[in-house]
């Protein structure tokens, strides 16, 4: 099993400024892929942004520029800082990771959603 713990998501006005962390753990022997998806109301779920381990950031492009996602490795943990946000960045976000397990199987998990708020 491989859980997902997620924190940041609230509610912040047009022009501030959110981090959110999602930490990975569980039966993980690599992580080949951390990223975050959004999903608006009556929305389809898109990717926000990943990291590929090894690989260089993809960034909608709605949020390229504002966005920043990192990671740190020794704690199985990916961020995503988000700065200048606009009411359209509200959305319930995910994360999303691809590992390798302990069993040698592909494990592709998703986090429980964290909100973000944006008000006009």
């Known amino acids: 099993q491989v859980q997902l713990v997620e924190s940041g998501g609230g509610l912040v006005q047009t022009g501030g400024s959110l981090r959110l962390s999602c930490k990975a753990s569980?039966?993980?022997?690599?992580?080949?892929?951390m990223g975050w998806y959004r999903q608006a109301p009556g929305k389809q779920r898109h990717l926000v942004a990943e990291?590929?381990?090894?690989?260089?950031?993809n960034y909608a492009d709605s949020v390229k520029d504002r966005f920043t996602i990192s990671r740190d490795n020794a704690k199985n943990t990916v961020y995503l800082h988000m700065d200048s946000l606009k009411p359209e960045d509200t959305a319930v976000y995910f994360c999303?990771?691809?590992?390798?397990?302990?069993?040698?199987?592909?494990?592709?998990?998703w986090g429980q959603g964290t909100l973000v708020t944006v008000s006009p």
């Open positions: 999303h990771t691809e590992v390798l397990s302990t069993t040698d199987a592909y494990i592709e998990t």
């Open positions: 569980g039966s993980i022997l690599r992580i080949d892929n």
């Open positions: 990291i590929p381990s090894g690989a260089t950031a």
